[in-house]
């Protein structure tokens, strides 16, 4: 059996790439929000900043509060949208 019909039998590959374009979105969704709050935020002028927790706002909420954001993200990821699956080739012993 060539190498190519093995992955289009075994259910692994469709698994991973799954999981590969959930960890894409992911990242877009981080470089998003990132990129919204730093450029969104931090487009006016020093004097006119916010600040939270003695960060400028900008900074707060794209470095800080975004990236605990994505940590939720990942991790409810990671329990509830990856499987398992076995490393091993099915008949290998």
Do not use: H
């Not at 990129?35 to 003695?54: L, N, Q, R, T």
């Amino acid at each position: 059996m060539k190498q190519q019909d093995k992955k289009l039998e075994d259910p692994r590959y469709k698994i991973a790439n799954k999981e590969a374009l959930i960890g894409v979105a992911l990242v877009f969704v981080n470089f998003i929000l990132w990129y919204g709050f730093a450029y969104g935020f931090g487009s006016a002028p020093v004097e006119e900043y916010d600040y939270i927790f003695g960060f400028p706002a900008w900074f707060f909420y794209s470095c800080i509060a975004v990236t605990v954001l994505i940590f939720l993200l990942v991790i409810l990821a990671v329990k509830f949208l990856f499987k398992e699956v076995p490393l091993e080739e099915e008949g290998e012993e």
